[in-house]
């Protein structure tokens, strides 16, 4: 998302206002600070009890990236990097990346380098950098399902903030108008559970995996191109190999 995340929904916020506004003539209505700590007190309180709450304090932690413009990185140049460490391994062996380690700019592939330099093994190589991305997938990937759970229990207190105001509303039934405008301000609440789950939470929980999924797309290209380098496959091949993971 990045810069288009906080402008979507800047848009969908001004949608609702404007309908809110087309239709009553005012918007102060949508505005029950009430229902938002309900809601928004009720979904966290909910989430810490499902989850750990530094996991949630960490999911929060990488929200937060959502709508930085940040980025993983180019994957054709790393490729390119890539293939020429193979040329230049062929030519020279494998040991006198030594050399030249210090130069690679993508950290990642200078430390697989590093590793299958220290480790000479490839199998050795390839258990310990794929179970360090499986931990690592695993890891991330409960950031986005603290979302989902977020997602699911907004809605449900936005009921229990609209059957609390109802409650409030229906012990003044005497006055028509009081209770047209009641009932109005208690369904607010239900606005703002569904809000939140369908404007924040669950795009917020899409989004998160679709960054983990690249990232681990990027990783997963670095572990099998310096697997290959070490094998003293042709740079064609490799290339064959990766192009793949610079489509996606």
């Known amino acids: 998302m990045f810069k288009s995340a906080l402008i979507s929904i800047i848009c969908a916020l001004l949608i609702i206002f404007i309908v809110q506004y087309m239709e009553t003539g005012s918007i102060t209505i949508l505005f029950q600070l009430d229902a ?3 809601v928004i007190g009720g979904t966290i309180c909910a ?11 960490d999911a929060i932690k990488s929200a937060i990236d959502v709508f930085k413009n940040t980025s993983l990185p180019d994957t054709n140049l790393v490729m390119n990097e890539i293939l020429y460490l193979s040329d230049y391994s062929r ?19 200078r430390r697989a380098i590093q590793l299958i330099l220290d ?8 258990d310990i950098l794929s179970s360090e991305i499986d931990y ?3 890891r991330e990937l409960i950031y986005s399902r603290i979302f989902e759970a977020m997602g699911g229990y ?9 059957i609390m105001g109802l409650i409030q509303v229906m012990s003044n039934v005497e006055d ?22 369908n404007l924040l939470f669950l795009p917020i929980a899409g989004n998160l995996k679709l960054k983990l999924r690249d990232k681990i797309m990027f990783k997963q290209m670095v572990l099998h191109g310096v697997v290959s380098i070490y094998m003293e496959e042709h740079s064609s091949i490799i290339e064959e190999k990766l192009l793949p993971y610079t489509n996606n």
């Open 154 to 162: 907004a809605p449900t207190f936005g009921i229990v903030g609209a």
């Open 36 to 38: 938002f700590l309900i």
């Open 47 to 57: 989430t810490v009890i499902n989850f750990r709450s530094k996991l949630v304090l």
């Open 119 to 126: 480790l000479n093994n490839p199998q050795s190589f390839y």
């Open 136 to 138: 690592e997938e695993e």
């Open 176 to 197: 028509l108008n009081m209770l047209a405008s009641g009932i109005a301000i208690a369904f607010v609440a239900t606005l703002y559970g569904v809000g939140f789950a």
């Open 91 to 109: 030519r020279n062996g494998i040991f006198d990346l030594n050399k030249i380690k210090d130069e690679i700019q993508n950290p990642f592939l």
